[in-house]
C-alpha cells in the first residue's frame, strides 16, 4: 500500500491538474509577465487569471491580492507592513510562527504586544480581545483556524470590534482555505492570508488579501511588480497552480469533498473514543475545521506513537510541522491548560481530500492495538 498521508495541515499533495498547468508553465509557457512582447503578455493573462481565482476564494476583488512566496511572508506582511514605532499590536498566544517570531523584532521598533489566551476550548473570547484595545492599537491579528486542533476562531464577532473601534484587522486563513467558505466582507477582516501548499497547489506561493484603501507598507523592496505592493519576478507557475488549486478547493466546499472529509473525522474521533480509555479530543466542544483531530492520549508520547504508525506506513504529526525540530510542547496546547507532559501525549491527525474510505479503514484497524502495546512498553520498537 502506498503510505498513508494524514498530516494534511503540513503540507497537501498537489492535485494533477495543478501539476499539468505548472509545467505548462515550465516548459513552452514560461515568461516574464513584466516584458511587454507576446510572451510577457501571456504571462500576465496567466497570473491575472489566477489573482481572480484567488480572489473568487475569498470573495475579494483581484485587486485586492498579492502574491507571496507563502503563508509566512503574508502575516510578516501585514504585521511589519502595518505596525510602526508606538504602536500597539494584539494578538493571540495559539497563533503560528509565523506571527509569533514578528513579535520580538516588532518590539525593537518598539511596537508594543498584547497577547491574548485562549479558554480551554481553544477558542479566544472576542470581549478579552476588545480589553486588550488600548488609544494606541493599530492591528489585531486573530487566526481564522488553528493549524494544531483545527479550532475555528469567532473571527465575524472580532471583525465587528474592529469596525467600532477603527483597528485594523489581520486574520491568518491559512488553515481555514477549502475548508470552511470564506467571505472577507462578511469577516470584517482588511488583511488575510493564504498559502497554495495547504489547499493542494505548491509549496513556496501564497497570497495576501489587502482591502482596498488598506496602508500596508512592502516587505519586499525592489521592482514595481504586483502594483508596487511585493517585488520581486512573479513566481508564474506557483501563481498559476495556486489559482487552480483555489478553483478545486472552492469546488471542494459544494461537491461534497469538505463533506466527506468531515464525515471521516467523525468516524475516527467515535471509534476511537469507543476503543481507547484516557482519550481528550483538545478543541472537542468547540466549532473545527472538517479535517483536523487533536488527541491527547494518556500515557502515549506522541514521537513513539508517531514512530510506531510511521511503521506501518501512516504520517500524522505532533502539532505544527515548523516546530517538529524542537523538544518543547506545543505552545497551543499549552496556552489551552495542557500540562507539559499531556502536551507531549498529544498527535495530530489532518485528513484532506485525497485520503480514501479504505485508509481511514486501515487506520482504525491498528490504531487502538497500537495504543495499547506503547502503554504497555512505549519503548517498544516491534509494533
Ligand atoms: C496557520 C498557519 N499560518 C502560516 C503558515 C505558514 O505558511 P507557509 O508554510 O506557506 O509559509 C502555516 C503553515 O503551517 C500555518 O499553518
Not at 328 to 343: D, F, N, T, W
Amino acid at each position: 500500500m502506498r503510505g498513508i498521508y494524514f498530516d494534511n495541515n503540513a503540507t497537501t499533495r498537489p492535485l494533477p491538474e495543478v501539476l499539468d498547468v505548472m509545467t505548462a508553465c515550465l516548459t513552452d509557457g514560461f515568461g516574464n509577465a513584466s516584458a511587454v512582447y507576446r510572451r510577457g503578455r501571456e504571462a500576465r493573462e496567466r497570473i491575472e487569471a489566477a489573482r481572480a481565482s484567488v480572489a473568487r476564494l475569498l470573495g475579494a476583488s483581484p485587486s485586492e491580492i498579492i502574491f507571496t512566496s507563502g503563508g509566512t511572508e503574508s502575516d510578516n506582511t501585514a504585521l511589519f507592513g502595518l505596525c510602526g514605532p508606538g504602536d500597539h499590536l494584539v494578538t493571540t498566544a495559539i497563533e503560528h510562527d509565523a506571527i509569533l517570531s514578528c513579535l520580538r523584532p516588532l518590539a525593537e521598533r518598539p511596537v508594543s504586544v498584547t497577547l491574548v489566551r485562549p479558554a480551554p476550548s481553544g477558542r479566544i473570547d472576542p470581549e478579552d480581545v476588545r480589553r486588550a484595545l488600548t488609544p494606541q492599537t493599530r492591528l489585531i491579528s486573530v487566526m481564522t483556524a488553528n493549524n494544531e486542533t483545527g479550532v475555528l476562531q469567532p473571527i465575524e464577532d472580532i471583525g465587528r470590534i474592529a469596525a467600532e473601534t477603527g483597528v485594523w484587522f489581520h486574520t491568518d486563513a491559512v488553515q481555514a482555505a477549502g475548508k470552511i467558505a470564506i467571505d472577507v466582507g462578511r469577516m470584517g477582516c482588511h488583511l488575510l492570508s493564504l498559502s497554495a501548499h495547504k489547499i493542494h497547489g505548491p509549496q513556496g506561493i501564497g497570497a495576501l488579501y489587502i482591502k482596498r484603501g488598506s496602508p500596508v507598507r512592502p516587505l519586499v523592496l525592489g521592482g514595481h511588480q504586483e502594483r508596487g505592493r511585493r517585488a520581486g519576478t512573479e513566481n508564474l507557475a506557483g501563481i498559476v497552480g495556486f489559482g487552480r488549486a483555489a478553483d478545486a478547493a472552492r469546488d471542494g466546499l459544494s461537491d461534497g469533498a469538505v463533506a466527506r472529509i468531515a464525515e471521516w473525522r467523525l468516524r475516527v474521533e467515535r471509534e476511537l473514543c469507543a476503543h481507547i480509555d484516557g482519550l481528550v479530543i483538545n478543541g472537542g466542544d468547540v466549532p473545527r475545521v472538517c479535517n483536523t483531530l487533536n488527541l491527547t492520549i494518556d500515557g502515549v508520547p506522541a514521537d513513539a506513537l508517531m514512530a510506531a504508525l510511521d511503521r506501518r506506513g501512516i504520517s500524522i504529526s505532533a502539532g505544527s510541522a515548523c516546530r517538529s525540530g524542537s523538544k518543547a510542547p506545543s505552545h497551543v496546547l499549552r496556552a489551552m491548560g495542557l500540562s507539559p507532559r499531556q502536551a507531549r501525549c498529544s498527535v495530530r491527525i489532518s485528513l484532506g481530500k485525497l485520503n480514501s474510505g479504505e485508509e481511514i479503514d486501515y487506520f482504525l484497524s491498528i490504531f487502538a492495538e497500537t495504543v495499547r502495546c506503547l502503554r504497555k512498553d512505549p519503548r517498544s520498537t516491534t509494533i
